[in-house]
């Protein structure tokens, strides 16, 4: 089944052909029913469904941070969303070499690029003060989710999959709240 298939089941996931009546239905189901989201997820062919998917979350997630920091973020939408694009495509192939190496699964390169996009929707309200403490471990909780149904592995294996870009995510974001205080503080005094 590719993924611009029609569903049998009652979940819809997301098409680029169709957007509008697709993204919530989409955005609710990999919210609210993770498991079954994940476990009849159609195979990707292409990138182009969960590209767009990941694209609105990012856009959605940039715009709705803008009352919290400032409408200079809106000047950064295209680094943003490029940087972030680049990030789940880096997380996808590692997830695909992982996912064989720790539980001798295949998972495409597209599938892991579906995974990582639908997975990545809580990120939408990351910029809701501690919201996005919350988003962050939905996120993760969503990626290891979508590994243990989709990939059929177990959960201590997912876990094995995620550790190391779970290491760097903390690791950047650490320098990125470090750097972000040090600059109010630079800021404050000048």
């Not at 993204?23 to 498991?35: E, G, I, N, R, Y």
């Not at 490029?82 to 996912?99: D, K």
């Not at 969503?142 to 995620?162: D, F, H, K, N, P």
Request: proline share 5%; glycine share 8%.
């Amino acid at each position: 089944m590719s993924d611009t298939a029609p569903q049998s089941n009652s979940i819809t996931y997301f098409q680029s052909s169709r957007p509008a009546p697709t993204f919530l239905s989409a955005l609710k189901a990999v919210l609210t029913k993770p498991s079954e989201f994940f476990a009849g997820m159609p195979f990707a062919v292409f990138y182009g469904n969960s590209l767009f998917f990941a694209s609105i979350v990012i856009f959605g997630m940039i715009f709705l941070s803008v009352p919290f920091y400032s409408l200079g973020m809106l000047f950064m939408v295209p680094f943003v969303w490029g940087t972030i694009l680049i990030g789940m495509w880096s997380l996808s192939a590692y997830m695909r070499w992982a996912v064989k190496a720790f539980a001798g699964a295949r998972l495409s390169a597209a599938n892991a690029f579906q995974i990582s996009a639908y997975a990545f929707a809580p990120m939408l309200f990351v910029g809701f003060s501690w919201a996005g403490i919350a988003a962050f471990l939905w996120n993760v909780y969503l990626l290891w989710v979508g590994l243990t149904t989709y990939c059929r592995i177990s959960g201590g294996r997912a876990v094995a999959v995620m550790i190391v870009p779970l290491v760097v995510v903390v690791i950047i974001g650490s320098v990125m709240v470090f750097a972000l205080a040090h600059l109010k503080s630079l800021a404050g005094n000048g």
